[in-house]
Antibody, heavy 121, light 107 residues
């Protein structure tokens, strides 16, 4: 059973960098069959896709966040990471990591439980 | 960006009812459409991918249809555990985008 779980600081100061990791258990990032995604959801609002990474290191980012986002993968730890720089209160949200099959014509089939990150001084 | 618009935004129904939610894309997306169910405090759960393929373990009362710009999610006979918020999502082009959600409540 594949499991993902977000980890990192739950409180980040404005203008600083939000950093989260997503260790994956029950499956290998090296499989080459999946994209590894970050998605966020402000309280009471809808879902926003942040970006994704493939095992090759190839990334795709949401243009609305691209200038501030870096997604990376660490195969030795079987995890992938998100960095979001210059955060403001608008970045306060529950952040999810999620898996997406390469050949499934869409759909995030496994998700982490979500982590609330609050941006506040 | 492709805009995904769901209707209705909210609906009330009773156990046993048949419910249909519509998702319209601002441009054609083929069948690159997924549906999710989200309950409060939980991560979304994949129900349907590729517009009409049922994700493993999802009850058969859930079905999806459509292609191009108009898609539907149908729950054939509502069960108590189905009251939740439902989202559609397209992955035809970047950025991947979601609908605004449809809240399904108890009548």
């Amino acid at each position: 059973q594949v499991q993902l779980q977000e980890s990192g600081p739950g409180l980040v100061k404005p203008s600083q960098t939000l950093s989260l990791t997503c260790p994956v258990s029950g499956g290998s990032l090296r499989s080459g069959s999946y994209f590894w995604n970050w998605i966020r959801q402000p309280a009471g609002k809808g879902l926003e896709w942040i970006g994704r990474i493939f095992i090759s290191g190839n990334t795709n980012y949401n243009p609305s966040l691209k200038s501030r986002v870096t997604i990376s993968v660490d195969t030795s730890k079987n995890q992938f990471s998100l960095k979001l720089s210059s955060v403001t209160a608008a970045d306060t949200a529950v952040y999810y990591c999620a898996r997406e099959a390469v050949d499934a014509d869409g759909g995030f089939d496994y998700w982490g439980q979500g982590m609330l990150v609050t941006v506040s001084s | 960006d492709i805009q995904m618009t769901q209707s209705p935004s909210s609906v009330s129904a009773s156990v046993g009812d048949r419910v249909t939610i519509t998702c319209r894309a601002s441009q054609g997306i083929g069948n690159y459409l997924a549906w999710y169910q989200q309950k409060p405090g939980k991560a979304p759960k994949l129900l349907i991918y590729a517009a009409s393929s049922l994700q493993g373990g999802v009850p058969s009362r859930f079905s999806g249809s459509g292609s191009g710009t108009t898609f539907t999610l149908t729950i054939s006979s509502l069960q108590p555990e189905d009251f939740a918020t439902y989202y559609c999502q397209q992955s035809a082009t970047f950025p991947i985008t979601f609908g605004q959600g449809t809240r399904l409540g108890i009548k």
